[in-house]
């Protein structure tokens, strides 16, 4: 079913580039243009660093130092912390693209991998104010607002994740030893020395050493980056085919365009909210939903980066739905609280 589904999409993609080829390049080059000016200088020497940081571990001593600190906030191993931060202030894929990273480094677990990827997934600052803000936000909300709109849903929303990732690890650590014990087998007897137990810590990948920052790893670094980059292109291109398709289908309903385009790429999603004749305060709401959820091409994107990890879609869809909703909620609660 899936096969047939995913050859019709094509049929149709091809079918469209045949009938309509100025269409189809005017697509194509927003896509690129979008890639090129906007994601290409932004997130490449991110990627770069972020590789050569992860496989060098430079930084992997800072992070211990901080993590009695850091935990207070949020409750997370050392090694997650940089991906928790670079996701929310460099800007999406960069979050999952370190955590992959740090899966095959042998550093985090999959769950773990899994389970920040959905938290660190997020849009940056700059492109919330310049492109959000300058767009919809600024007739109705201040700066902080956006932020608040669009960080504390997949914050809080982590935060019970991550509870209950590591609850799910002590109760399987908890249910090892007992059954360990039922065994007989006495702790510090000879027997007990030589039988490994199977808990999470033994399972889980060891952490690698920290490796000599040479041009090994540079030349590697920035091999990734470009690697990355060029991926990213590929789906903004077909997300922007995608959502010319849709936004030349006669709808009667401006809203449900809005939600299609949106539900398939974020910025083309805004870019027609900000055009379309609803009311300021439901622009508001749609994008604050639009840029929670990701987009069909930030799901696809993410599942490039994630590849060998244990990567779950349905879990990563689920988090993002619920995001969009809460972004909506909120969102409408600021507004309701600053009305008069």
């Known amino acids: 079913?899936?096969?047939?589904?995913?050859?019709?999409?094509?049929?149709?993609?091809?079918?469209?580039c045949l009938l309509f080829p100025l269409r189809t390049a005017n697509a194509v080059f927003d896509g690129l243009a979008l890639w090129y000016n906007s994601i290409l200088p932004t997130l490449l020497p991110f990627c770069i660093f972020s590789n050569i940081i992860v496989q060098s571990g430079v930084y992997d001593r800072f992070f211990e130092l901080i993590s009695p600190v850091f935990q207070r906030i949020y409750p997370v191993r050392s090694p997650l912390i940089y991906p928790l931060i670079a996701g929310f202030l460099f800007g999406f894929p960069l979050g999952s693209m370190i955590c992959a990273e740090l899966y095959?480094?042998?550093?985090?677990?999959?769950?773990?991998?899994?389970?920040?990827?959905?938290i660190s997934n997020n849009f940056g600052p700059a492109f919330l104010y310049n492109y959000l803000y300058r767009n919809i936000f600024r007739e109705i909300l201040p700066p902080a607002a956006v932020f608040a709109a669009c960080y504390l849903p997949p914050l809080l929303i982590g935060r019970i994740a991550v509870f209950f990732l590591y609850q799910n690890k002590k109760s399987r650590i908890t249910n090892v030893k007992r059954n360990f014990f039922s065994c007989g087998v006495k702790v510090g007897s000879r027997s007990g020395k030589s039988r490994k137990t199977e808990t999470p810590e033994n399972t889980t990948r060891k952490p690698a050493s920290e490796s000599p920052l040479n041009i090994k790893i540079l030349d590697a670094g920035i091999m990734n980056g470009f690697s990355t980059m060029i991926r990213l292109a590929g789906y903004i291109i077909l997300s922007a085919l995608l959502a010319d398709v849709i936004l030349h289908i006669p709808f009667q309903s401006t809203i449900v365009?809005?939600?299609?385009?949106?539900?398939?790429?974020?910025?083309?999603g805004i870019r027609q909210t900000g055009r379309s004749s609803c009311s300021v305060i439901i622009q508001t709401l749609l994008s604050a939903g639009i840029v929670n959820f990701g987009g069909i091409s930030g799901l696809l994107q993410t599942y490039s980066m994630m590849k060998g990890t244990g990567f779950s879609l349905h879990r990563y869809l689920l988090f993002k739905v619920l995001c969009s909703i809460s972004g909506i909620i909120l969102t409408y609660a600021i507004i309701m609280l600053r009305m008069p």
Do not use: H, P, Q
């Open 1 to 16: 079913m899936k096969n047939k589904i995913l050859s019709l999409l094509f049929a149709v993609f091809i079918l469209y």
């Open 104 to 118: 095959r480094a042998g550093k985090i677990s999959s769950k773990e991998a899994e389970t920040i990827s959905c």
């Open 257 to 268: 365009k809005i939600l299609c385009i949106g539900a398939i790429e974020v910025t083309n």
